[in-house]
């Protein structure tokens, strides 16, 4: 049996992709909730540092912070705009 399963194609199902995508919304919001006081506000200013170089949306910008044993990491993911 092993052997045919190696021919079949593998589709997903819409509630397995809806699965995924609620895992990926509670990983985020759990970034959200567990991060610092500040990072919405130094979120908004790193925007507008941006914005005065690049015309980009508010979801073009990510930022996360990623705590260690004694180091914090904050991690900055611009997508820019092709010219």
Do not use: C, W
Not at 2 to 28: D, P, V, W, Y
Not at 31 to 37: A, K
Request: glycine share 4%; no cysteine; aromatic share 6%.
């Amino acid at each position: 049996m092993g052997l045919f399963n190696i021919f079949r194609q593998n589709k997903k199902t819409s509630a397995n992709q809806a699965k995924e995508r609620l895992q990926i919304l509670i990983a985020h919001e759990r970034t959200n909730r567990d991060g610092p006081d500040y990072l919405p506000q130094l979120r908004h200013d790193i925007m507008q540092a941006i914005r005065k170089y690049v015309a980009i949306e508010d979801d073009q910008v990510e930022v996360q912070v990623e705590k260690g044993s004694g180091y914090d990491v904050l991690e900055l993911n611009v997508t820019l705009p092709e010219k």
